[in-house]
């Protein structure tokens, strides 16, 4: 098992793969996001299924790189006797997940080794393994894989394997399809042409970005990885394409994070405006227009890509979890939480979009109407809060500050986009909600403000006040609070949630690492409350946290200096490039961004 950093992505905007530097595939879920895995060794052994493709011998020197602007990636290993290169993607434009593995020599010759183990349902199930038509293929209930290669895998203990040597000049292809198990369907040949046709389509993506600047680069990668992490048939975004990665190693905070969270949602949309992606934000929010669609009383913090909204929490005991960190989780319980937040996001989301000459339809407008009568009765219960603590409910602080952005925003449809409704009333509650949190969200004793009502906690969820537009980010009230984070809710200079090992406050009580969305959402507190240089040393040292291939996880841990949690977090690149908008708003096309006030 390799470290998380060691980890690159292929993705296809369906499915999601994970392949180590040294060639391992040990993640991939077909044919959709939350499918069950058939390579499940990043959470327990090889057994438990993988698709390894590397030197038989030792390797001098191993780098990698994704060709610019794709999600193709190539790895180049050197060898005594020569150098190799494995070309990785997932296919593009295909109705069914091709994983694509095309071995080229480079220099010399080199002896290759390929192991293939494939165990469906989360690595619970050895498949029927045979030889159909010169192809090797596996199936087990309602999964099949068929590989094509010139190479032939021979079985022995439940593993197909093979060796071969590749030299220069050389290409020694590898396709392997997920097919549905009572429709065999065989996997296309030309592996060449599959990579060539991802890099294109992937390559004409990128062209279309219009952010420019000094971080275009770690910009331009966040932005093909949340692109990479959207499902194409409905423009649903996973938080991950991960799950059950602990937020500290050998510990129990290991949660599925495979599912769409509504509290991404403004951020989502903003990166890809961002970006100059309006097409892929309108898809985005027209997704959770249909998701959130039926009773307002229901409206939940998560859903499936599709829309679903059973995502039952189950635990798989016969996987042994990442480095031990057990238990091994899928499904997760907090969609049946209550998070007030969630109803200031999807009018944050509306409002954006209206401002960037998107607004919407009468019928989405009713909607949202029904969600703020819902809000207004409900705005003064406690809850579980942005992070879904398992503790008891609470009035937490930043739940209460997005219940103002939904009527904040929903004042602002009505007096500035012409939209219908009793702005008057909404304008009430507003002030309402901003006064008590200014009231009892803020500790005078502390010079900032709290993780919620009547506690003396830190939170960095607090951070997002100024972004939202509730307080001007040089607001001494913000300033002090900024500065009791830093000094207090800290480790080596990276933002951390909140206390961990208070269970009072989670129901855990486990250490974890520091959240890095935390510490770019300090990036940009700094930058608006004028301590620019603070913000430009953070941002620049955050950046220097990524993987060789630009990746970053959900939390670091700064004394190992590994990354912890699920693995890329489209939360992490969502607030990275709403940072580096922030400190250079002229670099992109878009002029909005949810921290001016909308009134």
């Not at 011998?57 to 794709?70: A, E, N």
């Not at 903003?270 to 229901?298: C, K, M, N, S, T």
């Not at 855990?508 to 608006?528: H, K």
Request: with cysteine.
């Amino acid at each position: 098992m390799s470290a998380l950093e060691d980890y690159a992505l292929l993705g296809d905007r369906r499915t999601a793969a994970l392949v180590s530097r040294a060639g391992s595939v040990d993640w991939w879920c077909a044919p959709r996001f939350d499918a069950p895995a058939c390579f499940a060794a990043l959470l327990g052994t090889p057994e438990h299924g993988r698709f390894s493709i590397g030197p038989k011998g030792g390797v001098d020197r191993t780098t990698r790189r994704y060709r610019p602007g794709t999600m193709v990636l190539e790895t180049e290993h050197e060898t005594a006797s020569g150098r190799v290169r494995v070309v990785d993607c997932l296919a593009m434009g295909h109705s069914r997940p091709l994983l694509v593995r095309l071995v080229e020599g480079l220099e010399g010759q080199v002896d290759m080794v390929v192991e293939l183990i494939v165990r469906f349902d989360y690595g619970s199930i050895v498949p029927w393994v045979r030889r159909v038509d010169d192809r090797w293929r596996a199936i087990a209930g309602p999964d099949g894989l068929e590989l094509c290669s010139p190479i032939r895998l021979q079985g022995r203990d439940l593993t197909s394997a093979a060796e071969f040597t590749v030299a220069a000049g050389e290409q020694v292809p590898f396709v392997l399809g997920w097919f549905p198990s009572h429709e065999p369907r065989r996997v296309p040949e030309d592996a060449r042409a599959l990579v060539e046709h991802t890099t294109t389509s992937w390559t004409n993506w990128s062209a279309r970005c219009e952010y420019g600047g000094e971080w275009r680069e770690p910009v331009l990668r966040s932005l093909i990885t949340l692109e990479a992490l959207t499902f194409e048939p409905t423009g649903g975004i996973v938080a991950a394409p991960t799950m059950s990665l602990p937020e500290t190693l050998g510990g129990t905070r290991n949660w599925d994070y495979r599912y769409c969270w509504v509290r991404d949602a403004t951020l989502t949309l903003e990166a890809f405006f961002i970006g100059g992606y309006q097409d892929e934000a309108l898809r985005w929010r027209d997704w959770l227009l249909r998701a959130v669609a039926g009773d307002p009383e229901r409206l939940q913090t998560m859903y499936g890509v599709g829309g679903e909204r059973r995502l039952t929490e189950l635990e798989l005991d016969w996987l042994p979890g990442y480095e031990n960190s057990r238990p091994v989780r899928t499904g997760n319980g907090a969609h049946t939480q209550l998070q007030l937040d969630v109803y200031g996001e999807l009018l944050d989301v509306l409002w954006q979009a209206a401002r960037a000459g998107t607004p919407p339809s009468a019928s989405s407008w009713s909607l949202a109407r029904l969600l703020l009568d819902v809000l207004e009765k409900r705005w003064r219960e406690p809850d579980e809060g942005i992070w879904e603590v398992r503790g008891e409910r609470r009035h937490f602080t930043h739940s209460k500050v997005l219940s103002w952005v939904a009527f904040d925003r929903a004042v602002a449809m009505v007096e500035q986009a012409g939209y219908d409704g009793p702005a008057d009333r909404w304008r009430a509650v507003r002030d309402e909600i901003h006064a008590e949190v200014c009231a009892r969200g803020y500790d005078d004793r502390r010079g900032s403000f709290t993780q919620a009502y009547s506690s003396t906690a830190l939170d960095a969820s607090v951070l997002m006040i100024p972004l939202v537009g509730f307080l001007p980010g040089d607001d001494p009230r913000m300033r002090s609070t900024i500065a009791a984070i830093r000094r207090e809710l800290t480790d080596d200079g990276l933002v951390q949630r909140y206390d961990p090992s208070d269970s009072s406050i989670d129901g855990i009580g486990e250490p974890e690492g520091v959240f890095l969305p935390c510490s770019f959402w300090m990036v940009e507190a700094l930058a608006l409350a004028g301590e620019r240089d603070d913000a430009r040393a953070l941002f620049g040292r955050l950046l220097g946290l990524a993987n060789d291939v630009g990746l970053f996880s959900e939390e670091y841990d700064p004394k190992s200096r590994r990354f912890l949690g699920n693995f890329p977090q489209a939360f992490t690149h969502l607030a990275l490039v709403g940072a580096a908008h922030t400190l250079a708003p002229e670099r992109s096309p878009q002029r909005r961004r949810r921290r001016d006030p909308s009134h």
